[in-house]
Each structure stands twice: as C-alpha cells, then as structure tokens.
C-alpha cells in the first residue's frame, strides 16, 4: 500500500519521516507473512498494529527496529528506538539507580529482588528499563502480558503523556482506543491501513465486510441468473433442433422448405444467444464471500462427566513468598460448571494459589474423577524440540 497525501499528512514533509518501507516482501520460513508496497511512519504517529497470531506483528516491529532484515525490500530508519519485545529476559545490564524511581514506585517495585519477580511483575519491570531512557520513538510488542488492571491503567497513562512516536502491538482493545490514531491491520499478508483508534477500525471492518456481503450477494444472483439463462436458451436450442431434423426426414411439400430452414434459422440464433450469455457469465468478476473466523468448541468427554457438586476445595489454606503472606488461612469451595476468575494485582499470589492447588499440596481436596488440565502462565515459552502439536 502506497503512502499518499489525502489527510493532514499532506502538509508533513521528509523532514519528520523516520521510517520509511519500501517494496517489503518477508517470509517466516515457506510461509509468506506479508508485503508491503510503501508505507510511512511520521514523528508523533501513534500507530497501532493488530492481526491474527502468526501474521507477522512482532516481525513487522523487528524490522522497524532493525533486528530484521527484510528477504526483500528496504526500511529506512531516521530515529532510534527503544524496543520493549514481546518475550525477552530482564536486561541484567541495566543498573537499579539506571532506572526511573518514580516508575518504579508507582509501579510498587521498589522492594521487590529480582528472583522473585512473578509473571506480571518481571513485564511491569522490562517496561521500566524501556521507558527510563527517553528516545523520540517506542515500539511495543504486547506490553499488557501478564498485567494487572492497575498496572495497565498506569502504562496507559505514562503512555499517554508519552511525546514521540508511538507503534505498539496489542490484543489489548482498551489500550488501542486510548492510545491509537491509526490502526495498521496485518490480513492475507497484506497491510491495511485505517484512521482512528480500535473503535474507529472496528466500524470501518463492519462497514467493508456489509458491502462485501452486498456485493457477494449481488454477484451470487447474478451468477444464477445467467445460467438458468444459458440452461433455458441451450435447451429451447436442443428442442429447435429435435423438431428440424424430424421434418428433414419427412418428405415435405416445397412450400414447407422455406419453414423449415426458417426453424434452423431460430435454432441457431438459440446457440448464438446461449453462447453470449455463457461469455458473460465467464466474464463475470468473481466476488469471494467475507472470511469469518471459526470458534471454537472444545469437546465433551461423557466419562469424564462429574457429579460432585464442589469437585475443588481448599480448608485453611496458607501462602506465603519468602517473608510475605500471600494467603492466610483462606477456605474455598469450586462449584461445579462454573468459571472461575482469580482476580489480583500482580504479585498477590493468583498463580502461587493455582499451583499450590495443582500439586494437591495440604488443605487442598479435588474429586477422584477430576482430570485437571492446566495452561501455565509462561507456557507460551517453547524450549523443547517438539512440535506445538506434540
């Protein structure tokens, strides 16, 4: 997609250009992720960037901030960056008086030693070391993993007094409407781009995928149309024909030839009209009906079926992490078919209480027949040489 001039961007010259793609093909392996004919990113954009798992978001990113080189094309860069990646370690480099102490009490990590970081406190602490050195641009590969709603509401604060260039890439549809002017959708391995925040984006889709429902609709009739046309003609052409030969055998008096040629006559102009009609119908452009994602079912196993009515609880139940108690005598009964959220901020001990009840640890009790399944919060780390379908 070209960078034209139709919008205020009209009036923005090379001088605050500080990127530039150009003729960008990328593959991950055999799979091609996306191209890209021109696209342009100016000083202050906030641009947001979204697309379905394994479109090619974080690749996008990393060859913005030229940890990727395109298989073809050029990214020209005129600023520096910082890069907070989507999955990385804690840059053991950064020195705790390197870091912004405001950041860091706000975000109430002042106390707290590295090796006991959990999930959402090892995120809250990268995003500290990416904000406390000022550059005039930011990229953001998922910054809400892992957090909690207070935290997400200060980063979209800080973020939002943020002056430079902002591109992130979030699930996060809060943050996209607070933060976002433009979305950059990655679909097909093509890149569309549309004004405004997530909300603007999502009225924008509704209103393309309505006029390709129209025009889907329009072409399927349309479609029909001409072949029960082409069927009605070929067949009125075939019953012409059947009655022509018929009287071509009989012997027929001289003031009948004359009808009789005059019926082939009408028989081939039924295959002329059959033949056009059939021309237009190939020339018809075809219209694909819009893709809808499929859901997801999860299936039901009938000898897995429980019968008590509270299959998890606990009595008692203690946790603490080092010095601090996270838990202090708390009981709890799960009922059965019903969700449950464990809600907290980051570091109360959400995850400690789901291990400490998948290990069946003490004052725990779970049904015989139960058959827990778990996902882990840094499951999506693969370190082994498997597949993911293994």
């Known amino acids: 997609m070209s960078q034209t001039c139709t919008t205020e961007k009209e009036c923005k010259t090379s001088e605050n250009l500080i990127v530039d793609l150009q003729n960008i093909h990328h593959n991950f392996g055999r799979k091609e992720l996306f191209t890209i004919d021109r696209l342009s990113i100016y000083e202050n954009d906030r641009i947001g960037i979204i697309g379905g798992n394994g479109h090619g978001k974080s690749s996008l990113l990393k060859l913005i901030a030229g940890e990727l080189v395109p298989d073809q094309g050029r990214v020209h860069t005129y600023t520096a960056f910082n890069y907070f990646s989507q999955s990385a370690e804690i840059d053991e480099l950064y020195r705790a008086e390197d870091l912004d102490s405001d950041l860091m009490s706000r975000f109430n990590l002042s106390n707290v030693p590295l090796h006991s970081l959990s999930g959402g406190e090892l995120t809250k602490y990268r995003l500290i070391q990416a904000l406390s050195v000022y550059q005039a641009a930011l990229i953001l590969d998922e910054p809400t993993t892992h957090l909690d709603q207070t935290s997400i509401d200060l980063l979209t604060e800080e973020l939002r007094d943020y002056y430079g260039t902002l591109i992130l890439v979030s699930h ?73 030969s018929k009287q071509k055998k009989r012997h027929i008096k001289p003031s009948r030839l004359n009808s009789s040629k005059q019926k082939d006559t009408v028989q081939k102009n039924l295959h002329k009209s059959a033949s056009a009609i059939v021309k237009r119908l190939e020339q018809l452009k075809q219209v694909d009906a819009p893709k809808r994602e499929d859901r997801i079912q999860f299936p039901t196993i009938s000898h897995l079926t429980l019968h008590n009515d509270y299959p998890i609880m606990g009595e008692d139940i203690t946790l603490k992490r080092g010095d601090k108690t996270l838990l202090d005598k708390v009981s709890f009964q799960f009922p059965l078919n019903k969700t449950i959220a464990l809600t907290g901020n980051n570091g109360t001990g959400k995850s400690s209480l789901l291990s400490y009840i998948l290990e069946q640890n003490e004052g725990v009790s779970v049904s015989p027949k139960a058959e827990i399944m778990t996902y882990q919060q840094m499951d999506y780390h693969l370190t082994q040489l498997h597949s993911p379908l293994e």
């Open 172 to 244: 996060d549809r809060y943050l996209l409407n607070q933060l976002t002017t433009t979305i950059w959708e990655i679909e097909n391995g093509t890149m569309n781009v549309y004004p405004g925040n997530y909300d603007a984006y999502l009225a924008q889709k509704h209103q393309a995928i309505g006029e390709q429902d129209h025009a889907f609709e329009k072409y399927q009739l349309e479609k029909t149309r001409l072949e029960k046309a082409a069927s009605v003609k070929q067949q009125q052409a075939k019953s012409a024909g059947t009655v022509s």
